[in-house]
């Protein structure tokens, strides 16, 4: 079982920045990948930016050049820088974690840290 422990979600004015932090233990196979989803009230849950293979990073239109995310492979700590932040950035953030098996992918997700950015 993977667990992800998540922090740095906080309550921050426009313009404002925060680091998200979110790190993986227990038993993991190979990360196929790793990043950060959020869900705003009434929205469906999105994503926000990952790593895949360690490598190749992804982001969503709406945080280009305002979000970085980063990735510590001996801790499989993953983090998300957020500068710029906008009152639309307000949700709840998820870690997630994409484990290979053989035959598979799991997806583990953390508990979600509230972000939230006033105006």
């Known amino acids: 079982q993977v667990r992800l422990v998540e922090s740095g979600g906080d309550l921050v004015q426009a313009g404002g920045s925060l680091r998200l932090s979110c790190a993986a233990s227990?038993?993991?196979?190979?990360?196929?990948?790793m990043g950060w989803y959020r869900q705003a009230p009434g929205k469906q849950r999105e994503l926000v930016a990952n790593?895949?293979?360690?490598?190749?990073?992804n982001y969503a239109d709406s945080v280009k050049g305002r979000f970085t995310i980063s990735r510590e492979n001996a801790k499989a700590t993953v983090y998300l820088q957020m500068n710029s932040l906008k009152p639309e950035d307000t949700a709840v953030y998820y870690c997630?974690?994409?484990?290979?098996?053989?035959?598979?992918?799991?997806?583990?997700w953390g508990q979600g840290t509230q972000v939230t950015v006033s105006s």
């Open positions: 790593i895949i293979s360690g490598a190749r990073t």
């Open positions: 997630n974690l994409k484990d290979q098996f053989m035959g598979g992918v799991n997806d583990y």
């Open positions: 227990g038993i993991i196979n190979s990360i196929n990948a």
